[in-house]
């Protein structure tokens, strides 16, 4: 900003056009944003901001910082930006896009967003995770199931070898349990540990939980009790049951 009367009255910068140097876009919250989008419009037309000037030094851009924020209308106002969209998928130091930050708060509608600017949907972190599991970890069952329908891969693993249904279990998230086997998430996939979303629901001993993926391998509970059986046998009959359901 030019001057200290336009650093103290923004808008009024934002109005007269009074812009100078790089602009902290990636620091930008709330309704600030909504200022520097204004802002961004007017310099972008006077030539004065470019797309190397739209990330901080720890990677994130920001359009990552508008999806962290759960602002829909700012991303795909950015999205729309010359420039802007080639940020979609463009990882921060630890390798998270901006579909890692909307999953990771419950934004669906960002979800939506960006999916539809061409943001994948398996883009993976520095450690394996996806948006699908942040967004189970997370319990955010809406944003979940935006993922889902945008093709997020229900079985798919971190560095541990943990799929979402396991870390929703984990953290005892019923209803994304529910949707993900329901998606043909497998209740027996085990992680490096060896824990599977099953023994952890045994565990927890939460009301409805061990019920959740019980019922996806079993559809009814006729064929539970006549398909049970003990032994070594017993996974691989329940990996049967679950593909008929």
Known sequence: VRSPVAAAHPHKACAAGALSGPIPLAECEGEVMDLICCIMAVAMCSGKVTLDRLGGPDGKTVLTKAAAAGRPDVVRWLLHVPGCAALVNMPDVNGASALHYAALSGHEHVCEVLLAGGASVEAVDGTGLRPLHLAAESGHFAACKVLVQGGAEVNARDEDSATPLLLAAQEKHIEVCALLVSKR???????????????VARETGVHGLVGALEAAMWPSARKRSASFVQGPEAIEIMRRAMTFR
């Open 185 to 199: 998430g497998d209740p027996l996939a085990s992680s490096i540990q060896g824990r599977t979303p099953m023994t």
